[in-house]
């Protein structure tokens, strides 16, 4: 890899504030990008932030829903999700794991958040697109415990959680995707500053989870809470937290430049693909993978 200390500094090429959605059967949550972004985001479609404190906000859930063409990443850092799929796969993603899905051609699950005491639940999902010829793959599994998450220190002010990408020459766990992702969560201390070389070429977002910062050194604005920053190419990136702590998902990824056809929780290349998944779903023939328990 090249000195990251010779390479160009990205800039900001914009910043996008979430909004509120409702998702489900009725989750109130804060959505970064999605259909009306693309195909700005490529390779990635959609992020939404999910942290709630009010139970009465998420506790509908996302109910049993189908998945072609896609991965879906749920990273939880408070509460939990108990999820349940069509390959008979059941099991709970815990604060600080994360669960990269690869739906491929195709799978129906139910994701339902719950609450610990506090009644806090938060999390973030993340939809990463498939290329044409890995659309209809065989769906996939990366489940990861936040104990196998490795917590780098690449200075005393910097923190990172590497779920997939490398960091001072440690490798996060979630390997062998196909848009080569990187998906860091940044903590920065106070007037603490983070250099981190991307790949050139590769397109980059930073979402902001708490405090503020400075995701350039060029523009000099402030980015909060709450808002996405879109960078432009370059071989690395430069951020400075305000006054308070900083903290944000770090996520970059090779762009596929393909047609995007897309309804609902299916992604795909054209309009005749998404037609034929919705008849599968509505005859019965949409999982190609075989029922364990049938
Ligand atoms: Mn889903």
């Known amino acids: 890899m090249s000195d990251p200390g010779s390479s160009p500094i990205r800039g900001l090429e914009a910043i996008l504030p979430s909004r509120e959605t409702i998702e489900g059967a009725g989750v109130h949550l804060r959505r970064a990008f999605g259909a009306t972004e693309v195909p700005r985001l490529d390779p990635f479609l959609l992020l939404d932030d999910f942290r709630s404190q009010n139970p009465a906000e998420f506790v509908a859930g996302f109910p049993w829903h189908p ?41 129906i699950h139910q994701e339902m958040p719950k609450h610990l005491n506090d009644g806090r639940m938060g999390g973030f999902q993340l939809w990463v697109n498939l290329p044409a010829d890995h659309k209809m793959m065989d769906p996939r599994y990366q489940e990861v415990q936040a104990a196998h998450i490795p917590q780098v220190n690449p200075s005393k002010d910097v923190a990172v959680h590497v779920i997939a990408g490398q960091v001072s020459g440690v490798r996060g766990p979630v390997r062998d995707i196909v848009v080569e992702p990187e998906y860091l969560d940044v903590r920065i201390q106070p007037h603490g500053v983070f250099e981190h070389p991307l790949t050139p070429g590769h397109r980059a977002f930073a979402y902001v989870l708490a405090g503020r910062g400075r995701f350039d050194d060029a523009s000099g604005e402030v980015v909060d809470s709450e808002n996405l920053v879109l960078f432009r190419d370059g071989g690395r990136v430069r951020v400075e937290a305000m006054d308070r702590p900083l903290r944000f998902l770090l996520v970059s990824g090779k762009p596929l430049h393909e047609p995007v056809a897309w309804w609902g929780p299916i ?22 993978h075989p029922r364990p328990h049938a």
């Open 67 to 107: 998945h072609r063409g896609i991965e879906t990443v749920t990273y939880m850092i408070d509460g939990f999700v108990e999820h349940e799929d069509s390959i008979g796969n059941k099991g709970v993603i815990r604060s600080g794991d994360v669960q990269w899905m690869t739906a491929g051609n195709g799978i």
């Open 267 to 288: 992604v795909m290349n054209n309009r005749r693909e998404l037609e034929a998944a919705v008849e599968e779903f509505q005859n019965g023939t949409f999982v190609k």
